[in-house]
């Protein structure tokens, strides 16, 4: 195996623990990474490995919040047991207005829209957005995650359609729509957490069942790669939701947006001076 890889591998695997949780755009981050850390895979494995590498980041999820999505815990009461239930529920509902686009348009979102313009675009428009939500404090309604109703989560999975756009970010439309709807900062946090568990497991085995169906075969190095990226991508992943999750309850997402500005900007500035 390439040491250098397996440490190109290693950087990509913390960046995408960190951006797929917070409302930056991981998507975004790795076609940016993409641009000074080229790893030396075929094409059609690293095209495979920017998305299956977030398998390692939904593991994450999974873990930290394996008792409030289980529905067989024998510790459960049958009401929160039920409760439970409703959750996956409001989910799978959520999920399909983006699953049924994203299927619909892959090959012209990858065509189109894979491209620093729409990137720093959608970063800079997203972070405006966060900045004029978060004027002033209001109450939310909802401030539980099993308060959410199945009207709410079919909206907050129309919102989601919306991270189909690289720069946009799963969880930063996912959660912007959460607040807008009157959804608690902390409460749109974890729906968005659990949205990517679907979500993410499904473009995952879509992306690695056509990798497969290809004939496509993978270097020991690439799967090395492959293997430390998504570690990593777990061990980043966990000290980031938990940092998150104590961060939305006594703070706004004003630096996000800040911050969404301010990257959006010094991309464009970037390749518009590189070119």
């Not at 301010?262 to 070119?275: K, S, T």
Request: glycine residues 8%; neutral net charge; hydrophobic residues 55%.
């Amino acid at each position: 195996m390439d040491f250098i890889e397996l440490l190109k591998a290693v950087l990509f695997g913390i960046v995408e623990g960190i951006t797929e949780w917070l409302p930056v755009s991981s998507t975004g981050h790795i076609i940016l990474l993409d641009e000074f850390i080229h790893l030396n895979v075929s094409e059609d494995f690293k095209e495979m490995f920017d998305v299956v590498i977030q398998l390692g980041a939904i593991l994450a999820v999974i873990v930290l919040f394996f008792r409030k999505l289980n529905p067989f815990d024998g510790k459960k009461t049958k009401v929160q047991k039920a409760d439970t239930w409703q959750l996956w529920f409001k989910v799978i509902v959520a999920v399909l207005p983006s699953a049924v686009l994203g299927l619909a348009f892959e090959e012209q979102l990858d065509t189109y829209l894979y491209n620093y313009v729409v990137v720093a675009a959608a970063l800079v428009i997203y972070g405006v957005a966060f900045l004029f939500l978060e004027r002033g404090d209001k109450t939310p309604a909802i401030r539980e995650v099993h308060a959410i109703d199945y009207k709410t989560a079919i909206f907050i999975g129309c919102f989601q359609c919306l991270s189909l756009i690289p720069g946009t970010s799963r969880s930063g439309s996912t959660i912007l729509g959460a607040i807008l709807l009157g959804v608690s900062r902390s409460a749109g946090a974890e729906f968005s957490f659990f949205l990517a568990i679907p979500t993410m497991l499904g473009a995952s085995a879509l992306k690695l069942l056509g990798y497969l169906k290809d004939g496509a075969s993978a270097t020991a190095t690439e799967l090395g790669v492959l293997a430390v990226g998504c570690v990593v991508s777990f061990v980043v992943s966990l000290l980031v939701i938990r940092g998150l999750m104590n961060f939305v309850r006594n703070h706004s997402f004003r630096s996000f947006g800040i911050y969404r500005i301010v990257l959006g900007v010094l991309v464009l500035a970037w390749f518009i001076l590189g070119n």
